[in-house]
T-cell receptor, first 117, second 109 residues
């Protein structure tokens, strides 16, 4: 099956610094990637949808200047949390999909646990 | 936009019993309805999905039903086993998806 990797799996950073999270599709071309945020014991909240080569579409309430998303290639999307604060601590999960394949399933990465101190 | 509601939030069953989780959605344009199982600290795993042109789908002990008119879909797990214990999420959408709040299923041996 399709494999999506995420790096790093865990990151601890100091308040005010920026953190970059990478999401890669390893064996398929992901024309569309999604970024989710999940707080403990809660559901996955869609943050943004990114299509390769175009600007990401952010969900209402998600600050685009704080959560920078780049989808520069068919296999890589990055999420940069800028000027991180403790309230940004969360589990961030990406997923990828290739709409041209006719497959509807989104393939999830393993997630990145961000802790801001 | 799409809004997905999921019930119950917690469900405890005895091993061997059946478990049913229900979801409703709001956007009639949604045409893809997957169910995910998530264990603590891990990625969601797709267990079954259904598209809007199908009313029911079964895969061994797992089945999903979809009622497009009523905008609700359900997950049925039969002959539950302790390893079925996890959090289950429904989702609805098309290009993008919205997730339900999750159901914590506990199967007691």
């Amino acid at each position: 099956g399709a494999v999506v990797s995420q790096h790093p799996s865990r990151v601890i950073c100091k308040s005010g610094t920026s953190v970059k999270i990478e999401c890669r599709s390893l064996d398929f071309q992901a024309t569309t990637m999604f970024w989710y945020r999940q707080f403990p014991k809660q559901s996955l909240m869609l943050m943004a949808t990114s299509n390769e080569g175009s600007k990401a579409t952010y969900e209402q309430g998600v600050e685009k200047d704080k959560f920078l998303i780049n989808h520069a290639s068919l296999t890589l999307s990055t999420l940069t949390v800028t000027s991180a604060h403790p309230e940004d601590s969360s589990f961030y999960i990406c997923s990828a999909r290739d709409p041209t394949s006719g497959v509807w399933e989104q393939y999830f990465g393993p997630g990145t646990r961000l802790t801001v101190t | 936009g799409e809004n997905v509601e999921q019930h119950p939030s917690t469900l405890s069953v005895q091993e061997g019993d059946s478990a049913v989780i229900k979801c409703t959605y709001s956007d009639s344009a949604s045409n893809y309805f997957p169910w995910y199982k998530q264990e603590l600290g891990k990625r969601p795993q797709l267990i079954i999905d259904i598209r809007s042109n199908v009313g029911e789908k079964k895969d061994q002990r797992i089945a999903v039903t979809l009622n497009k008119t009523a905008k609700h879909f359900s997950l049925h797990i039969t002959e539950t086993q302790p390893e079925d214990s996890a959090v289950y999420f429904c989702a609805a959408g098309g290009g993008d998806m919205r997730f339900g709040a999750g159901t914590r299923l506990t199967v007691k041996p």
